[in-house]
């Protein structure tokens, strides 16, 4: 898949293949519709303490569809439309440790995830009544 990576701080994000991520039976994959950039995603792009690893995919306000289900999902299916918090345990999406959605897909946990029911487009799909408008895969 494509994603937008980024390697160090000054330099701009890149866009390059990377592997698509695996879930696990208690996870789902997300096609990605739509992200917003965060301000932690630009404190994170920069030097200092809080500076994402090399290689990071940042993203942690998207909407998407479903693409696959683990083995456990029973609330979700695939082609539901959704959005998600930015967590699977106690990691946070698209800040080092968990591919995030400046990417053609993430993956997301069961317990954070919410049915984007409403009828609105993907690029107006509600995270914390913000709206996304600026990544698009």
């Known amino acids: 898949m494509k994603a937008a990576v980024f390697s160090r701080p000054g330099a ?6 990377v592997d698509i991520p695996d879930i696990s039976a208690d996870e789902m994959l997300v096609a990605v519709s739509r992200c917003g ?5 630009i404190h994170a792009s ?3 303490p809080f500076m994402a690893p090399p290689n990071t995919i940042f993203g942690h306000e998207f909407s998407g569809e479903i693409v696959k289900v683990g083995d ?5 299916s695939v082609g539901d439309r959704v959005t ?3 967590f699977i345990g106690d990691k ?3 800040l080092g440790q968990i591919t995030g959605a400046y990417s053609e ?26 709206w996304q408008w600026v990544f698009t895969p």
């Open 12 to 17: 701009p994000l890149t866009i390059q293949e």
């Open 37 to 41: 950039i965060c301000g932690t995603d």
């Open 46 to 48: 920069r030097e200092g």
């Open 72 to 76: 456990n999902i029973n609330r979700f």
């Open 84 to 86: 998600s918090l930015p």
């Open 92 to 94: 946070t999406i698209g």
């Open 105 to 130: 897909y993430v993956r997301s946990a069961m317990n954070w995830l919410s049915n984007c029911r409403i009828q609105l487009t993907m690029t107006r799909a509600p995270w914390w009544n913000r």
